[in-house]
């Protein structure tokens, strides 16, 4: 029968017409998810400021009351941190007069209210202090677990007052009227979010919710940031999406047939919430009616039947739909509710109604995975997963009654999200136990947060403390210049003999060492007139020798410089040698340099007290090396400053931040106390590494900062680089996370045996696990290589450990360098300094945050100074040889 056909037709969806579906679908709720689009859009996407799914552990006693069409519900929820497998519950139903829900919105909240407290009465009227959860199943806009404001009444509701009011409050004073002071409401959810909570199997978390029931609707955990209207910018947050109003603006008109429109046009809403009277059991029946209705007037069906009766709404009940497509004897109901109408149908007539209700039907569950499947690839793409693996609660009269339904959602989202692998979970009483849960998870994240936030406070300096950082600093630094106070200063001042920076005119071939941190360099340097040129190995210095003796270092380095001037075919020309030594020394002058103490794990005996140009020549002799001709020893600060001042003639400063910290700059000779002369600047290498070892930063230090020195082979010595720099980021990070552990607020609290081992947290991974919009998956990798099974929550958390201590690290080198430039510029006398760092050290280049905090509160501790940054290209080597180039030319007359 063709009439039949192509009522058929118009109600079944090919798979090309969903995927468009879905495709709109996706953009409806990246509108609503835009803060711009966000007012305009149908598909709300409201923020529920749930943030996180259950582990298991959750437990405690909570009260549920829940707001149903015609009743109240309220539920007494025990969970018992047994992954929510049996929650135990006690509930009661109250019926509700129908004109409670027209009158006076105070007149609701009473009367539920006193559901609460007959509730309570009946077990005995507990006293102590009770959380309450309200389940409340309209649109809201909530800015906060529990503060909502209704946005519009829907499903018959029509109370007075209520409308753009909060109405946690209104039911909070109608409980306390009540005289209930001792019952909080602490959330407000709406019916999806707490059917998702409970499909969390123990440690599976469910991240998607629908509800197929009189009306449909659906939730998921969005990313907090492109959740635009709620404040939180990290981790994720539950979305409510209100899909039902999906197509209200026209999306789907070229999917709605005939009866879509009828049904649209004889409901209380007509224009709204078209998807929903699309997928809704509300309106199933009614769909069947008008599709019958017209089949009927064309005469295809129920000739000679009196149908009138089909004109009246609702006498097709969605109920006898399902109960028609759902059985064998499917055709018998369909007879018996025919025939209960007055009609009189054939036997055809009851196979093709039938085959309408079941299209209907099947349409509805379609479309619904249309719209699970948009969501399932916005959390795709928003993850930056190629594929996801998720539990999807699904909850709804509808979906339960009829299992073709559960079937075409899971074939049918395969195919239009086929990147997803989809568990639909059903939930058992989902919002009750969900609204339990969801408290539970809010009381459990604060109790956290609050301990969190103990735990981290000493590592976040306020700018009160930076301020006297820089004071501190600015004292230290006068204390080591003064020729009577510098003995005993622990930021040592020290000169270098340096007492210019190039001018641009120095030439020559040179060759030049760096020794002080990770690698040892040897370089072959050539200062021409179209710039600097040069080559270079990496040679390793073995910890053995590093902590050896004096003799054999300097051996293994002459063995070094040995080996390189043969392979760059050097042996025959003695080049004068720039020696980037960077450790504290004494400098009596340019190629002068006795050892003060070693730093940054070096600790070769019989060097302490030595000058250093002395061992290296002594080892030469042994080896019988007689081409070597030192010229100068430089800092690596100096050789930074050095290199970057070859380029910037304002470039004053140096700065490392690598494996140690340390600064140079350029002061007045008349303020160096332990120089003689009065004319010109002089470079002083301020060692500043060992600022705070006076006992002066006490205060600042946390347990964690005790734990890492401890460890040092220099314990109380370079404290203020052991906040800073490379060698000890990773170290502060790990103590801390160990921390977090003891207290079980990470990894939940398994213990870590991996993370006990020292540096095994590299400073390297802060710079990776910071890196913006760097997905948690990719920090969960980062620890999965530690062995550490990290959860969502906990990457967020270790994340945010290493983003405390890399900006507490930068606010610190900020406060030291904040005391350099304002002395610069008190030295001048000007009203403003406009001065350039040449900057060196992996920390500083490779981390994606340091440089920025390090500016940014370098110019809010000293306004008066504009500071400008410069990166040095290989500053050590370049600097050593540009020195020995300064040197020589001096030399030459
Ligand atoms: P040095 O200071 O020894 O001359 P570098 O400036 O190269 O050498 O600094 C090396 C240090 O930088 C390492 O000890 C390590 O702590 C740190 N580091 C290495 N890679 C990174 C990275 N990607 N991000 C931050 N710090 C790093
Ligand atoms: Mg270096």
């Known amino acids: 029968c063709p009439q039949v056909q192509r009522a058929l037709l118009a109600l079944t969806l090919p798979l090309e017409t969903l995927q468009v579906v879905k495709d709109r679908m996706l953009q409806a709720m990246r509108q609503g998810l835009s803060r711009q689009t966000h007012a305009q859009a149908n598909v709300r996407m409201l923020p529920t400021y749930i943030c996180s799914t259950p582990n298991g552990t959750e437990k405690g006693d909570y009260l549920v009351v829940e707001l149903c069409q015609s009743h109240v519900r309220t539920l007494w929820v025990t969970l018992l941190g047994d992954g929510n497998q049996s929650p135990q519950v006690m509930f009661k139903t109250f019926n509700m007069p129908v004109d409670i829900t027209q009158g006076k919105g105070e007149m609701l909240f009473d009367f539920i209210a006193q559901c609460v407290r007959q509730f309570l009465a009946g077990l005995g009227s507990p006293q102590h202090r009770l959380p309450l959860g309200f389940v409340f199943p309209f649109s809201c806009k909530q800015t906060g677990l529990n503060k909502a404001e209704l946005i519009s009444w829907s499903k018959g509701f029509s109370c007075s007052d209520v409308e753009g009011k909060d109405v946690v409050q209104l039911l909070q004073s109608a409980i306390n009227k009540q005289e209930l002071n001792h019952v909080h409401v602490i959330a407000l959810m709406n019916n999806t979010v707490g059917t998702m909570m409970t499909c969390s199997m123990g440690e599976k978390p469910c991240e998607v919710a629908l509800i197929m029931d009189t009306g449909t609707n659906s939730c998921f955990m969005a990313e907090a940031h492109q959740v635009e209207m709620a404040e939180e910018t990290s981790g994720r947050m539950c979305v409510n999406t209100e899909w039902g109003c999906f197509g209200d603006d026209g999306a789907l008109s070229d999917i709605l047939t005939p009866y879509d429109q009828h049904v649209d046009q004889e409901s209380s809403n007509p224009g709204q919430k078209r998807f929903e009277k699309l997928v809704g059991g509300q309106y199933l029946g009614e769909i069947v009616r008008h599709a019958l209705t017209a089949l009927a007037v064309e005469k295809v069906l129920f000739i000679g039947s009196n149908i009138t009766v089909l004109r009246s709404k609702d006498v097709l009940k969605t109920q006898q739909v399902l109960e028609i497509i759902n059985n064998e004897e499917g055709r018998e109901k369909a007879r018996e509710a025919l025939v209960a109408l007055g009609l009189q149908p054939s036997e055809r007539d009851c196979c093709r109604v039938q085959q309408i209700c079941r299209v209907v039907v099947s349409r509805a569950a379609a479309l619904c995975a249309a719209g699970l499947a948009a969501i399932l690839s916005h959390m795709c793409q928003s993850r930056e997963l190629e594929q996801l693996v998720v539990n999807v609660g699904v909850d709804g009269h509808l979906y339960r009654s009829h299992a073709r339904f559960g079937e075409i959602l899971q074939s049918v989202t395969g195919l239009l999200a086929p990147q997803c692998t989809v568990t639909l979970t059903p939930s058992a009483d989902g919002t009750g136990r969900g609204a339990a849960i969801v408290m539970a998870v809010a009381t459990r994240l604060a109790a956290q947060r609050r301990e969190v936030d103990q735990l981290l406070a000493p590592l976040r300096l306020s700018r009160t403390d930076l301020q006297r950082v820089q004071a501190l600093m600015r004292r230290e630094m006068e204390l080591g210049l003064g020729r009577e106070t510098n003995a005993n200063a622990s930021v040592r001042m020290l000169p270098t003999y340096v007492c210019g920076t190039p001018d641009g005119t120095e030439r020559g071939e040179f060759l030049a060492l760096d020794l002080g941190g990770t690698n040892f360099r040897v370089l072959v340097v050539h200062v021409a007139e179209d710039g600097i040129h040069m080559s270079s190995e990496i040679y390793v210095i073995p910890t053995a020798i590093m902590q050896g003796t004096g003799e054999a270092l300097f051996n293994h380095i002459i063995e070094c410089i040995m080996d390189f001037q043969l392979k760059q075919d050097l042996m025959e020309q003695v080049l004068p040698l720039g020696f980037t030594f960077s450790f504290p020394c004494q400098q009596l002058g340019l190629d002068k340099a006795v050892l003060l103490s070693w730093t940054k794990g070096f600790s070769a005996s019989d060097c302490v007290g030595e000058d250093v140009v002395q061992l290296l020549r002594e080892a030469a002799q042994r080896k019988q090396h007689l081409g070597l001709k030192v010229v100068a020893v430089v800092n690596d600060t100096?050789?930074?400053?050095?290199?970057?001042?070859?380029?910037?003639?304002?470039?004053?400063?140096?700065?490392?931040?690598?494996?140690?910290?340390?600064?140079?700059?350029?002061?007045?000779?008349?303020?160096?106390?332990?120089?003689?002369?009065?004319?010109?600047?002089?470079?002083?290498?301020?060692?500043?590494?060992?600022?705070?070892?006076?006992?002066?930063?006490?205060?600042?230090?946390?347990?964690?900062?005790?734990?890492?020195?401890?460890?040092?082979?220099?314990?109380?010595?370079?404290?203020?680089?052991?906040?800073?720099?490379?060698?000890?980021?990773?170290?502060?990070?790990?103590?801390?996370?160990?921390?977090?552990?003891?207290?079980?607020?990470?990894?939940?609290?398994?213990?870590?045996?991996?993370?006990?081992?020292?540096?095994?947290?590299?400073?390297?991974?802060?710079?990776?696990?910071?890196?913006?919009?760097?997905?948690?998956?990719?920090?969960?990798?980062?620890?999965?290589?530690?062995?550490?099974?990290?959860?969502?929550?906990?990457?967020?958390?270790?994340?945010?450990?290493?983003?405390?201590?890399?900006?507490?690290?930068?606010?610190?080198?900020?406060?030291?360098?904040?005391?350099?430039?304002?002395?610069?510029?008190?030295?001048?006398?000007?009203?403003?300094?406009?001065?350039?760092?040449?900057?060196?050290?992996?920390?500083?280049?490779?981390?994606?945050?340091?440089?920025?905090?390090?500016?940014?509160?370098?110019?809010?501790?000293?306004?008066?100074?504009?500071?400008?940054?410069?990166?040095?290209?290989?500053?050590?080597?370049?600097?050593?040889?540009?020195?020995?180039?300064?040197a020589c030319r001096g030399a030459e007359p």
């Open 638 to 886: 100096v050789g930074t400053m050095m290199s970057c001042g070859y380029d910037d003639p304002k470039c004053e400063i140096g700065l490392i931040v690598g494996t140690g910290t340390n600064a140079c700059y350029m002061e007045e000779m008349r303020n160096v106390g332990t120089v003689e002369g009065d004319q010109g600047r002089m470079c002083i290498n301020m060692e500043w590494g060992a600022f705070g070892d006076n006992g002066c930063l006490d205060d600042i230090f946390t347990i964690f900062d005790q734990l890492v020195d401890e460890k040092t082979i220099n314990a109380g010595k370079q404290r203020f680089e052991k906040l800073i720099s490379g060698m000890y980021l990773g170290e502060i990070v790990r103590h801390i996370l160990l921390s977090l552990v003891e207290k079980q607020l990470l990894f939940c609290g398994k213990p870590c045996p991996k993370l006990q081992t020292r540096d095994i947290f590299q400073t390297k991974f802060l710079s990776t696990i910071e890196i913006d919009g760097l997905a948690l998956r990719q920090v969960q990798a980062i620890l999965q290589d530690l062995e550490l099974q990290a959860s969502f929550e906990d990457s967020m958390l270790v994340r945010e450990v290493c983003q405390t201590v890399s900006l507490r690290a930068a606010q610190l080198c900020a406060a030291g360098l904040a005391a350099v430039v304002e002395k610069m510029r008190e030295n001048r006398g000007l009203a403003q300094l406009a001065v350039t760092v040449g900057v060196d050290g992996t920390l500083y280049k490779m981390h994606p945050r340091f440089s920025q905090h390090l500016q940014q509160t370098l110019q809010d501790l000293a306004p008066n100074c504009s500071v400008t940054f410069l990166q040095s290209e290989d500053g050590s080597g370049k600097g050593a040889a540009l020195v020995a180039a300064v």
